[in-house]
Structures are given as structure tokens and as C-alpha cells.
């Protein structure tokens, strides 16, 4: 079946503008989160949704950071102010229920300019 | 604060080795351990995930240990080929399935 999808893969931006990510979670799963991954930190949570709400969105770095998770499926990370430090790979993952395993989508290279 | 780390950061063997890459976490109150692969430009392929009541897993040449108590986990990777070279993350659970990475080890197998 298919796995889990992110858009668009590769995201050029103005330092200042605002971006959108979005993520298309496996049919059926529960939980989703959003991880960001850059050279200086590594891995990073960024927050977790169950269902349509976020429990946990302690990683987000900034206000300008947001998510929101809609019908229990699709995801939107959104990005507002772009900073060169946003530029990094943001990684989206779900799972079936919050304690299974979680399967990775192939992530979306954000640059700022 | 959970803290992860890898050792060692970069690891180059010739084909054929067994090798070892360990993972250590300084919260041994953890949920379970996964270890994960990354190939350049892509995402995560899960590899191993141990639950906390476990002590370790396997799967084809790949074994994974974890001893909560040292806060310590292995990856054992037997007789290694080409196509292994990757960067290999462990990463610790959280109850409710927040994962902490550690930085990773990148893996070069040479023919």
C-alpha cells in the first residue's frame, strides 16, 4: 500500500516569506509527527498529533511554527518569516496508534535564501 | 532531558566484517529503542525496533541488543556488504511514540 507522502519534495524560499509542508500520512494511522533534520542538530521532534489534535508540540522552535492536522489525516506544517536556520530537511512520520511503530515519509529539503 | 548518543560517529570496514555500532541514553525510563537506516537525500527505513520488555532482535544479519538498565543498545551487522553503507540512527521512545535520535554513524562497507 502506499506509504506515507510529503509535498513538495524540494522547497527554495525567501528568507522573510512564509512556506506551507504538507503530509499525506498512511490511510488509517492515528498519530503523526513532524521531525526536522539539519546539520547542526541532527534529528529533532518538532510536535505529535493524535487525530486532529496535538498533544505534544514542544519542539516546535519558534511561534512562527505551526501545524495543523485536519479530518485526521493530512498534515500542514506551516512556516511563517523564513529564517536561514528554518533550512533543513522536515521529516514527517505516522503510525497506526501512538505506541506502534512509525513509518517515515521521504522528507522535504527546505532552503532559505 | 533524553540524550542519545553514537558511537562511533563514522565507521569504514572492509566487505565481509562483522561490526558493532552502539548506541547509549542517559533516561533508561524508556518505552522501547528502534534503529533506523537513512540513505543520502532519503528518508527512514526502520530496521530493528525492541519494545522495553525485550532484550533484543534480529533480523537476517542484522541484531539488535538493549540493556535499559545501562541504558545501552547494540547493532550487530554480520558479514557486511556494499549495499550497507548508510548512516545508522537509534532512536528512544517516549510513551506515546516521541522519538529521540542520536547523531547517527555513518557506515562505509568497501568492497
Known amino acids: 500500500g502506499a506509504g506515507v507522502s510529503q509535498s513538495p519534495s524540494n522547497k527554495v524560499t525567501e528568507k522573510g516569506k512564509d512556506v506551507e509542508l504538507r503530509c499525506d500520512p498512511i490511510s488509517g494511522h492515528t498519530a503523526l509527527y513532524w521531525y526536522r533534520q539539519s546539520l547542526g542538530q541532527g534529528l529533532e521532534f518538532l510536535i505529535y498529533f493524535q487525530g486532529n489534535s496535538a498533544p505534544d508540540k514542544s519542539g516546535l522552535p519558534s511561534d512562527r511554527f505551526s501545524a495543523e492536522r485536519t479530518g485526521g489525516s493530512v498534515s500542514t506544517l506551516t512556516i511563517q518569516r523564513t529564517q536561514q536556520e528554518d533550512s533543513a530537511v522536515y521529516l514527517c512520520?505516522?503510525?497506526?496508534?501512538?505506541?506502534?511503530?512509525?513509518?517515515f515519509g521521504p522528507g522535504t529539503r527546505l532552503t532559505v535564501t | 532531558k533524553q540524550e542519545v548518543t553514537q558511537i562511533p560517529a563514522a565507521l569504514s570496514v572492509p566487505e565481509g566484517e562483522n561490526l558493532v555500532l552502539n548506541c547509549s541514553f542517559t533516561?533508561?525510563?524508556?518505552?522501547?529503542l528502534q534503529w533506523f537506516r537513512q540513505d543520502p537525500g532519503k528518508g527512514l527505513t526502520s530496521l530493528l525496533l525492541?519494545?522495553?520488555?525485550?532484550r533484543e532482535q534480529t533480523s537476517g544479519r542484522l541484531n539488535a541488543s538493549l540493556d535499559k538498565s545501562s541504558g545501552r543498545s547494540t547493532l550487530y551487522i554480520a558479514a557486511s556488504q556494499p549495499g550497507d553503507s548508510a548512516t545508522y540512527l537509534c532512536?528512544?521512545?517516549?510513551?506515546?511514540?516521541?522519538?529521540?535520535f542520536g547523531q547517527g554513524t555513518i557506515l562505509t562497507v568497501h568492497p
Open positions: 512520520a505516522s503510525s497506526l496508534e501512538a505506541e506502534e511503530e512509525q513509518y
Open positions: 533516561d533508561s525510563a524508556i518505552y522501547n
Open positions: 532512536a528512544v521512545w517516549a510513551s506515546y511514540g516521541k522519538l529521540t
Open positions: 525492541i519494545q522495553s520488555s525485550q
